[in-house]
T-cell receptor
Framework: KNQVEQSPQSLIILEGKNCTLQ??????????LRWYKQDTGRGPVSLTI?????NTKSNGRYTATLDADTKQSSLHITASQLSDSASYIC????????????FGTGTQLKVEL | DAGITQSPRHKVTETGTPVTLRCHQT?????MYWYRQDPGHGLRLIHY???????DKGEVSDGYSVSRSKTEDFLLTLESATSSQTSVYFC?????????????FGPGTRLTVT
């Protein structure tokens, strides 16, 4: 069964600090991996999408890494801001051409002063 | 929210009543999706559409039906709402088939079935 596991479930950090969120998946055959940010009461918004051949991808202060051999990804947030408080969702695509995305349950990040 | 609106944004209804949720897009994207989001679960696909009048089931389609008579509108209907269908419903759109491209999500509809 295709699964995406994220850790930690929740995290509280001080503004200006860095943090790293983890994603492990068992989805096969792998096509791509995405990270979404979901603010409370809003729909998910894409941060990055990575294919098998990409190890690292950045979007401003967000940097995603992918290790397709170990089936792990991480999302690193640098110099956190209050506006980074949100749920971060890891999503893995099983196959090109299909319509199946497997969503993780998210890491709830809170950035405090 | 990438030119996607959902209506209503909030709805409370009673068990056994029919409910229709609407997704409207202004992006002219061919592919449209309905998901539900529940605590402890990742988003799960209910139904999707790959063109006008072309739809197919997702992983949690029981109790739901969809229709797409125009490119811009995708309707999700609960024929007889049950408490287990209390959830937040998201519509998504894409201009790329399958899972190769981005999916853009609407703002969601919070549905409570009492």
């Amino acid at each position: 069964k295709n699964q995406v596991e994220q850790s930690p479930q929740s995290l509280i950090i001080l503004e200006g600090k860095n943090c790293t969120l983890q994603c492990n998946y068992t989805v096969s055959p792998f096509s791509n991996l995405r990270w979404y940010k979901q603010d409370t009461g809003r729909g998910p918004v894409s941060l990055t999408i990575m294919t098998f051949s990409e190890n690292t991808k950045s979007n401003g202060r967000y940097t995603a890494t992918l290790d397709a051999d170990t089936k792990q990804s991480s999302l690193h947030i640098t110099a956190s801001q209050l506006s980074d408080s949100a749920s971060y969702i890891c999503v893995v695509s099983a196959e090109r051409g299909g319509n199946k995305l497997t969503f993780g349950t998210g890491t709830q990040l809170k950035v405090e002063l | 929210d990438a030119g996607i609106t959902q209506s209503p944004r909030h709805k409370v209804t009673e068990t056994g009543t029919p409910v229709t949720l609407r997704c409207h897009q202004t992006e002219n994207h061919r592919y449209m999706y309905w998901y539900r989001q529940d605590p402890g679960h990742g988003l799960r696909l209910i139904h999707y559409s790959y063109g006008v009048k072309d739809t197919d089931k997702g992983e949690v389609s029981d109790g739901y039906s969809v229709s797409r008579s125009k490119t811009e509108d995708f309707l999700l209907t609960l024929e007889s709402a049950t408490s287990s269908q209390t959830s937040v419903y998201f519509c998504a759109i894409s201009d790329v088939p399958g899972t190769g491209g981005e999916q853009y999500f609407g703002p969601g509809t919070r549905l409570t079935v009492t």
